[in-house]
């Protein structure tokens, strides 16, 4: 299994500022995700960050708004840049493991933009 | 395309009642199937998975078996408990060998003593 942390654990924002959220994890591991989860609804992925490469990013999310970084195997982070209210959500990174077949969450970052 | 549509919440009921919490997905070929569990103030965790065609995941009492013929991977448990209450997501992982999952709404589950 993997440990995974987030910082911080929830942050209030004023519109138009930037946010950067760090996920560190406890072994090391090819890929990591990083989902939003707005409120009331389901996650959806925002980007996949591979080491030593850009991050892929899904449809309706760019690099200019959620700009990550992958500088080694066991950390990343996500900035959410030029916030507005439609910005407040959980934010969640996840890893996997060679010998797992399933992915692993951290506790998750809950933004709220004022 | 690739989706998974689960049952609405939320859900409220008393202890030692059987729940059953409904997913229906789909997907082209042969996705893996999970069920995730977000307690208050936690992240994500894995309750149960199944990857193949009637294969079925059980963790804590709770089970779900991948039925093909459906598209369906309902979520049930005998006897709930207070501490069963939580956020319960289905999800699918349509390749082998990735995890960019596809995620239902989520199902808030209310357990009363």
């Known amino acids: 299994s993997a440990v995974i942390s987030q910082k911080p654990s929830r942050d209030i924002c004023q519109r138009g500022t930037s946010l950067t959220i760090q996920c560190q994890v406890d072994?090391?591991?090819?890929?990591m995700f990083w989902y939003r989860q707005q409120p009331g609804q389901s996650l959806t992925l925002i980007a996949t960050?591979?080491?030593?490469?850009?991050?892929?990013?899904e449809s309706g999310f760019v690099i200019d708004k959620f700009p990550i970084s992958r500088p080694n195997l066991t950390f990343s982070t996500l900035t959410v840049s030029n916030m507005s209210p439609e910005d407040s959500s959980i934010y969640l990174c996840s890893v996997d493991l060679p010998e797992n077949t399933e992915a692993f969450f951290g506790q998750g970052t809950r933004l709220t933009v004022v | 395309g690739n989706s998974v549509t689960q049952m609405e919440g939320p859900v409220t009921l008393s202890e030692e009642a059987f729940l059953t919490i409904n997913c229906t997905y789909t997907?082209?070929?042969?996705?893996?199937l999970f069920w995730y569990v977000q307690y208050p103030g936690e992240g994500l965790q894995l309750l149960l998975k199944a990857t193949k065609a009637d294969d079925k995941g059980s963790n804590k009492g709770f089970e779900a078996t991948y039925r093909k013929e459906t598209t369906s991977f309902h979520l049930e448990k005998g006897s709930v408990q207070v501490s069963d209450s939580a956020v319960y997501f289905c999800?699918?992982?349509?390749?082998?060998?990735?995890?960019?999952?596809?995620f239902g709404t989520g199902t808030r589950l209310k357990v009363l003593a």
């Open positions: 999800a699918l992982s349509p390749k082998s060998g990735t995890y960019k999952y596809i």
């Open positions: 997907a082209t070929g042969y996705p893996s």
């Open positions: 072994s090391q591991v090819t890929m």
């Open positions: 960050a591979n080491q030593g490469s850009e991050a892929t990013y």
